[in-house]
């Protein structure tokens, strides 16, 4: 019998592995409080994501008989982080005792860092951490597995967190509380382009050369001035001037 099976159920060391996650557009946050797979189906509900700014929605209720019944559903995705929560969760499967009972769940992620949370969270008659380590296994061999914290990291640095992740023989999946970040700004880069001083020119003005004439002035000047190439006193030259005779 199931019941008797969760009975025996064993806590497993934290093991990785993939998860259900919704396809959104690059640095777009989002977050949805169940999702279910199988035999029965249940789309992301409620679920939003941050690709138009920040959003949120809600629900009083969802009953899927023979699967789930959970109470307050929400989901918030904007300025970098994404939330999700449920309260008052039973998913019985159709048995008599309920697979999995919680007075509250609820996952966060805040750009690479997420984390989940449970409330009086029992598996069969395990009784949860409040905080699971992360991808922490309750497996019940041959009938199904739950993973708690269920944390996937893609090689673009996008996060999924769900808080938890079960999978039932192959026939049936179903997430509680999942969200999905992608990875914040790194503060170790320097977006800054470094500035090289210019180098300074430096330019010479030279003044201008200033050529002197000489000159002897009045009418001896000129080239009858100076001495030939022997040394010689120049020859006079005559000028022609008008005296004045007085009487």
């Known amino acids: 019998m199931l019941a008797t099976a969760l009975a025996t159920s064993v806590l497993l060391a934290p093991t990785a592995g993939a998860t259900t996650t919704t396809t959104t557009s690059d640095g ?22 941050d690709e138009e700014g920040f959003s949120q929605e809600s629900l009083a209720k969802l009953n ?3 699967l789930a019944q959970l109470h307050l559903l929400n989901a918030s995705a904007g300025a970098g982080q994404a939330r999700a929560s449920v309260a008052d969760v ?10 999995l009972a919680a007075s509250a769940i609820e996952t966060e ?19 949860l951490d409040v905080k699971a380590p992360t991808n922490t296994t309750v497996a019940v061999p041959g009938l199904l597995s739950v993973v708690l914290n269920k944390q996937v990291k893609k090689d673009d640095g996008t996060l999924t967190v769900t808080a938890i992740s079960i999978k039932i023989d192959h026939l049936q999946t179903l997430d509680i509380a999942s969200v999905t970040c992608a990875p914040g700004e790194d503060d170790g880069d320097d977006d ?4 090289t001083e210019p ?25 009858g001035d100076k001495a030939d190439a022997n040394g010689k006193a120049p020859r006079p ?4 001037a008008h005296l004045d005779v007085t009487h």
């Not at 050369?209 to 002035?217: E, H, I, L, Q």
């Not at 030259?237 to 022609?240: A, F, M, R």
Request: aromatic letters at 2%; proline letters at 8%; hydrophobic letters at 30%.
């Open 28 to 49: 777009v946050n989002s977050a949805y409080a169940i999702a279910a797979k199988g035999l029965l189906g249940i789309d992301p509900s409620p679920y939003v994501t």
């Open 64 to 66: 899927v008989p023979g």
């Open 90 to 99: 039973n998913v019985g499967l159709g048995v008599g005792k309920p697979l």
């Open 109 to 127: 992620c805040d750009g690479s860092e997420g984390s989940s949370s449970l409330a009086k969270a029992k598996i069969g008659d395990i009784t």
């Open 192 to 195: 800054t382009t470094p500035t």
């Open 199 to 223: 180098t300074a020119t430096s330019t010479k003005s030279s003044a201008p050369s200033t050529t002197k004439s000489s000159s002897g002035g009045g009418a001896g000047s000129g080239a």
């Open 237 to 240: 030259t005559p000028v022609k």
